[in-house]
Structure formats: C-alpha cells, structure tokens
C-alpha cells in the first residue's frame, strides 16, 4: 500500500503546473504543495525525482 501520493496540477491563474504531496497517500487534502513553475506536468515530476534522488544521494552526518 502506497504510503503518499505525489500530484501534478495546472495553476488555472498562470497555466503553471504544481505538485501536492498527500500523506498519507489516501488523504483529501495535501500535506504540502509547491509552488506553480514548472511549464508541464512531466517538468514537475522529473524534477520532483530529481530532488528525491539528490536527497537520499546525500552523505549523511554521524
């Protein structure tokens, strides 16, 4: 079972897309939502991958 859920959505104002984060995965209503820049759907959620990939990529601190 999916523990959070990751949308893209288009910005109605500015034809900008978002993405919402739901956590958990079930939830009506997101747990944070970023701001509308990116140009697509895809761009979103590329960098998105992008930004997970680079945070678990890390080193961490002992």
Do not use: C, H, W
Not at 18 to 42: K, Q
Request: no cysteine.
């Amino acid at each position: 079972m999916p523990t959070l859920r990751i949308e893209a959505q288009q910005d109605a104002a500015s034809g900008l897309f978002f993405l919402e984060v739901f956590l958990p995965a079930e939830s009506p209503t997101p747990f944070v939502s970023t701001a509308p820049r990116y140009s697509s759907a895809a761009a979103a959620e590329q960098d998105m991958i992008a930004t997970l990939t680079a945070a678990a990529n890390r080193p961490r601190k002992s």
